[in-house]
């Protein structure tokens, strides 16, 4: 079997998908949610990116990312799962203490891979985008995309805060 090839060597947008290690639903609770978001904001920042869109789910999270510079996805995506993975764990120890009663404290917050489609086109952005905005429609978790609160989708529609930083690439 071949390896997956990761392309980041040219300025286009990334859809990014990565999932809760063995699609735990560790994103049940606001808080780990409130740690993601954070942490997505602080790399952002930390690499002059910017967020198209994002939606975070009960064991998964979507992301379109872009960086004005290439070669930037990896370590991208490496600080924000490390510094989220840690924030969440310390969450846990502290207030979900339960949970961590029922795994190996050695077994991780995400699992170690992601999946990264490169966008070339405007069409393939809004395409992925609306994808991101209706999957906790599709999963029962709201009526509207707009209703769920933890995406990027009240922004497209209503310009309401979402706590992150929205951008569209040049």
């Known amino acids: ?7 980041d060597d040219e300025l286009f947008a990334h859809f990014i998908t990565f999932s809760c290690y ?10 780990p949610k409130r740690i993601v978001l954070g942490v997505l ?29 290439t070669k930037q996805l990896s370590r ?3 600080g924000w799962k490390r510094r989220s993975s840690y924030g969440i ?20 917050v995400w ?21 991101i905005h209706l999957n906790p429609v599709r999963a029962g978790l709201a009526e509207k995309a707009v209703d769920w609160r ?7 529609e209503q310009q309401k805060s979402v706590g992150v930083p929205l951008g569209w690439p040049r």
Request: net charge positive.
């Open 22 to 31: 063995k699609r735990r639903r560790l994103l049940d609770h606001d808080q």
């Open 89 to 108: 764990r310390k969450w846990q120890e502290q207030v979900d203490f339960r949970y961590l009663q029922q795994t190996s404290p050695k077994e991780p």
């Open 150 to 156: 933890w995406s990027s989708a009240r922004w497209y």
């Open 41 to 69: 904001c602080e790399q952002l920042q930390r690499q002059s990116a910017m967020c198209v869109g994002f939606a975070l789910m009960p064991d998964h999270v979507h992301a379109i990312v872009w960086f004005p510079r």
């Open 111 to 131: 699992q170690s891979k992601y999946y990264s489609f490169e966008i070339y086109s405007n069409q393939k952005l809004e395409e992925k985008l609306r994808y």
């Open 76 to 78: 991208f995506m490496h």
């Open 1 to 7: 079997m071949s390896e997956r090839k990761i392309y």
